[in-house]
């Protein structure tokens, strides 16, 4: 059962804070992830408690043709406000344009990209690259508050590598230039997404400003969410790769922001119509070839941990028709949802 809308409200062990005008009571978000936090999935992982979405990065320079596919990606929900439209992009120009298209597209905030770690992205200085470059940082951000009404937010790494990292001085230029909130992925740009995510280093950040800091890296449940949060003293927390096939971890960290007991076992048995959900979303939402595509790795996801999910992940992936796709993956979930409840009435 989703527990995400009728929980009584207990005291919070986190205040919330403004995004602008907008009041978030659970800082809770879930991290921009392309390929994977498109519309349908942000409205499930909303639904259960995350607190704030972002859609994820959309090249700047995208913007001017007009694609189905990009248009798609900055589509947002009635359902998941304050969401923000994520957009990257290393030239003061292009950025403006698509922070105003971004605005246009009923953004209620405009996350700016400075922490994605991909080689085609860094070789043009945007994403993390531009981590390397202070003055960059301070006039994209400028350019992007001053061409749009909505809040501007950023979103970071630590810093280029371990020899440079900056995330104390490019926190501090983003409060001075205006940016409405900070995330932080505590990981270098060197790091890829290896080793650990050093939230002492979050923590470090945090304590130069006093804008919202959100905690981003390697949280993956609840009792990790309180973790990172008691050693970076962040504001909120972001949780990406552990959401994917879990959107139950947002009812789990939810709960535990709210203090109060959670078993997130006991909501496997609800996997079924989650997944269906999903799949039906995001046929809807993207059309049959592309779902298709996109089920496969969801599909995988939600599979994780149930027994003989390695036969039906090797099956699955070999499906090419759509209903074969829908009535494989219902008979996989509804033995397992079968399963649990006997496990649970045991
Ligand atoms: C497949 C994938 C795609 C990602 N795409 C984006 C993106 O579009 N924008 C962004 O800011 N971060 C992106 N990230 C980084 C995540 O937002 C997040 O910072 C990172 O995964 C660390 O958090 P986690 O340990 O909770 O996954 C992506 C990460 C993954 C794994």
Not at 72 to 86: F, L, N, S
Not at 167 to 183: F, H
Not at 256 to 276: F, M
Request: charged share 20%; net charge negative.
């Amino acid at each position: 059962m989703c527990t995400s809308a009728d929980t009584p409200s207990m005291t919070p062990l986190l205040p919330g804070f403004h995004i602008g005008p907008h009041r978030v009571d659970m800082p809770l978000a879930l991290a921009p992830m392309a390929g994977i936090t498109d519309l349908p999935f942000r409205r499930i992982c909303k639904r259960f408690g995350a607190g704030i979405t972002v859609t994820e990065m959309i090249a700047s320079r995208a913007v001017e043709f007009g694609r189905e596919r990009t248009e798609r990606m900055a589509e947002i929900g009635t359902d998941e406000h304050p969401v923000g439209i994520q957009i990257a992009g290393s030239d003061t120009g292009y950025i403006e344009d698509a922070a105003r298209w971004a605005e246009q597209h009923g953004a209620d905030f405009i996350d700016i990209n400075m922490g994605c770690p991909v080689k085609k992205i860094c070789k043009q200085v945007a994403g993390s690259a531009l981590l390397k470059d202070e003055p960059r940082v301070a006039r994209i951000l400028a350019a992007a508050i001053a061409a749009v009404k909505v809040p501007v937010t950023l979103k970071i790494r630590t810093g280029w590598d371990a020899h440079s990292k900056n995330v104390v001085q490019i926190a501090r230029i983003a409060e001075e230039a205006g940016v409405a909130m900070l995330t932080i992925h505590g990981r270098t740009r060197a790091q890829m997404f290896n080793g650990e995510a050093n939230w002492e280093d979050i923590g470090l950040a945090k304590q130069a400003v006093s804008i919202p800091v959100i905690g981003n890296g390697d949280v993956v449940d609840a009792a990790s969410a309180l973790e990172m949060l008691r050693i970076s003293g962040c504001d909120g927390v972001m949780v990406g790769r552990a959401a994917q096939g879990n959107p139950w971890i947002f009812a789990e960290i939810r709960a535990a922001l709210l203090g109060q007991p959670v078993s997130p076992e006991a909501l496997a048995h609800e996997r079924w119509p989650v997944v269906l959900e999903h799949l039906l979303a995001l046929h809807a939402h993207h059309g049959e070839r592309t779902a298709g595509q996109l089920a496969r790795k969801h599909v995988a996801w939600y599979s994780k941990g149930c027994s003989g999910s390695a036969e039906f992940r090797r099956d699955f992936q070999r499906l090419t028709e759509w209903q074969a796709q829908l009535e494989a993956a219902e008979i996989f979930f509804t033995h397992h949802e079968t399963q649990a409840e006997l496990l649970h009435a045991a």
